[in-house]
Structures are given as C-alpha cells and as structure tokens.
C-alpha cells in the first residue's frame, strides 16, 4: 500500500493494533488491521481473504515462564495487542488448568518477570528475544494453539464499518497484498535497516511463520478462537 499500485487509494496511518481497533470504534479511521478480539467484541464485518494468521509456531507471541505453566499465578502482559492476551489465557486455561491475574505492563522482560511469573511479549520485542538462550520456559503460542486444536490462529483481519467494506477495497487489500509478497526481498531489506533485526530472521517470520492469504481452514481456527472466547469468561 506504499509501494505498489494501491499506494494512492488510501491514507495510510500506523499504530499498534489494539489502538487500531479503538480508531475505528471511534470513527477515526475507515479500515483498520483488527485484532480478532476486537472483531468479535464489536461485531464488525471483515474481509475473508487477507489478515494476518499463523499455521504453527508465530515467533512474535512469546510466554515466558519461571515456573510450569500450570502454576502460574501472575501474568505480566503486553496489551498492544488484545487477541494475544486473549489467546494466552485460553491455552492456559483449556492445555494447562490455569487462570492467572493479568498485569498490563510495557514490555521489558527483565521488568515483567520482576513482578510476575510469567510474561507475555509480542511483536518485534519478541523477536529481538532468542528464546533457546532464556533461563526460562518458553512456549511458542501459535505452536501450542495449533497443537492443542489442530487448526490455524487468525490474529488480525481488515475490517471496519460496514460502508467501507465494499468489493473494491476488499481487491484493494487483496492485491496489495500479494504485491507486497512478490516483493518480499524489497521489505527485508528495508526492515532490516529500520528494525535492528536480521534479514535472515525477518525473510524466516514473513515466509515460514505469518500467513497473509487466508483459505478455509484458516477461517475455521478463527471461528474455534471465537467459540472458545466466548466460553471463556462464561
């Protein structure tokens, strides 16, 4: 959307995707990158053939833990993004029988697991953590959601207020996104440099970890997240 041939179509504005959704809940931009979360809590509509999803280990939603994930107690937790926070607590609460308190804290690991017992971080944060060198229990929370479900998780989908979700935006998306993954080697290179991380990891997270073309099987994880949130706090 900044590069290819939708890069005059819309006015681009970035934040994280909590903030996101709130933007759009308030009418202050027309389409936003939802968390799924937040999809579901304000009912909005959303397009099907682009977000942001993951078929096995994501690398970008790290819980780390002191102790057995059974027995945490006190989870310190990123919130800029709300579907990882909701998806933490359903893998603790269906794989492991627990329901710790949850403390929204900035994401300094040091900080975190000063105050808690685990910590939950996302995003390039948690790239920059090379977790086979933490003292700690690390869990991958895309790996555990697909092996304790056997489906993908959808984490973020282009979604907004219904007048906007029209045919020619959804093409819009669509098609950028694809320009966007036959340029794929244009963006390493260029968070590389902005990043601080590495080609090789940023190249092995857009490739093998994050899926940006949703099929069915992918809409079918989500609608199991949903049914499992739901029951969650039911």
């Not at 080697?185 to 940006?212: C, G, M, P, Q, W």
């Amino acid at each position: 959307m900044m590069h290819g041939q939708e890069k005059d179509i819309f006015e681009l504005s970035f934040s994280v995707p909590s903030d996101c959704a709130d933007q759009v809940q308030r009418g202050e931009v027309d389409l936003g990158i939802i968390p799924v979360a937040e999809v579901q809590r304000l009912n909005l509509p959303y397009f099907r053939d682009v977000g942001i999803g993951g078929r096995g280990p994501v690398r970008t939603i790290l819980l780390i833990s002191k102790k057995d994930p059974a027995d945490i107690r006190i989870l310190a937790a990123d919130s800029s993004s709300r579907t990882s926070v909701l998806l933490t607590r359903l893998i603790l609460a269906r794989k492991y029988g627990c329901k710790p308190a949850i403390q929204t804290v900035s994401p300094d690991l040091d900080r975190m697991l000063e105050r808690a017992d685990a910590a939950l971080i996302i995003g390039d944060p948690a790239l920059r953590i090379e977790p086979g060198k933490l003292p700690y229990q690390v869990l991958d929370l895309g790996k555990e959601w697909t092996e304790m479900t056997g489906r993908p998780m959808v984490f973020a989908l282009w979604s907004g207020q219904q007048q906007f979700m029209t045919e020619t935006n959804r093409k819009a998306f669509a098609d950028s996104c694809r320009f966007g993954l036959e340029h794929l080697e244009d963006i390493v290179r260029a968070n590389e440099a902005d990043r601080n991380i590495s080609a090789d990891l940023i190249r092995t997270y857009l490739t093998k970890h994050i899926t940006f073309e949703l099929n069915a099987d992918d809409h079918r994880g989500l609608q199991l997240f949903w049914s499992y949130a739901a029951e969650l706090d039911s």
